[in-house]
T-cell receptor, first 117, second 120 residues
Framework: DAGVIQSPRHEVTEMGQEVTLRCKPISGHNSLFWYRQTMMRGLELLIYFNNNVPIDDSGMPEDRFSAKMPNASFSTLKIQPSEPRDSAVYFC???????????????FGAGSRLTVL | AQKITQTQPGMFVQEKEAVTLDCTYDTSDPSYGLFWYKQPSSGEMIFLIYQGSYDQQNATEGRYSLNFQKARKSANLVISASQLGDSAMYFCAMREGKDAGGTSYGKLTFGQGTILTVHP
């Protein structure tokens, strides 16, 4: 299995531009999570989906952020318009199972490093 | 209140020695899981070890072991025989049995992390 695939790995953009980050979860995994990592705030959960349905988006910082999961193999996180404070590493992660228990491990992608100038 | 607390921003250890990274947690859910992840300088998140709240024995995975003290709500990671390649950021994380929606979907809450440096 190729693991969780994220693109782009690096993105540099200017303030005000739209940014779209993409994620392909592991085949068969039905829960998908978007995390953001910064030095100041550590790893924060932004939003997560189960069976393509958003379950909790309370971690999304503001209306400039949106996420979709149109099918089981693809999700996007969009920032419009982007601001310098959005600079961070954005991780996508996936897991199998409706009710996760035991040593069912959340598998992370390699991350997308976003720099907003 | 912080659900996961890692009080050591940085730790240093000599190669081949053992090191303990601290983690305390806070939950009222009787069913939970504790995880440790390693993040090397390349940035990926690597799963190391898992401990369930009902597990009677401490988890072990090769050179990694988890010192689980339920009454103290601590889940410290012990790395034996440290290697230079162990230098990385280490995160403790918790999965609770249920969240506000009543069902856990596997989401993890992370601590702030500990940077481990292994000296030759």
């Amino acid at each position: 299995d190729a693991g969780v695939i994220q693109s782009p790995r690096h993105e540099v953009t200017e303030m005000g531009q739209e940014v779209t980050l993409r994620c392909k979860p592991i085949s068969g995994h039905n829960s998908l999570f978007w995390y953001r990592q910064t030095m100041m705030r550590g790893l924060e959960l932004l939003i997560y989906f189960n069976n393509n349905v958003p379950i909790d988006d309370s971690g999304m910082p503001e209306d400039r952020f949106s996420a979709k999961m149109p099918n089981a193999s693809f999700s996007t996180l969009k920032i419009q318009p982007s601001e310098p404070r959005d600079s961070a590493v954005y991780f996508c992660a996936s897991i199998k199972g409706f009710r996760s228990s035991g040593a069912n491990v959340l598998t992370f992608g390699a991350g997308s490093r976003l720099t907003v100038l | 209140a912080q659900k996961i607390t890692q009080t050591q921003p940085g730790m240093f250890v000599q190669e081949k020695e053992a090191v303990t990274l601290d983690c305390t947690y806070d939950t009222s859910d009787p069913s939970y899981g504790l995880f440790w992840y390693k993040q090397p300088s390349s940035g990926e998140m690597i799963f190391l070890i898992y401990q369930g709240s009902y597990d009677q024995q401490n988890a072990t995975e090769g050179r990694y072991s988890l010192n689980f003290q339920k009454a103290r709500k601590s889940a410290n990671l012990v790395i034996s025989a440290s290697q230079l390649g162990d230098s990385a950021m280490y995160f403790c994380a918790m999965r609770e049995g249920k969240d506000a929606g009543g069902t856990s979907y596997g989401k993890l809450t992370f601590g702030q992390g500990t940077i481990l440096t292994v000296h030759p």
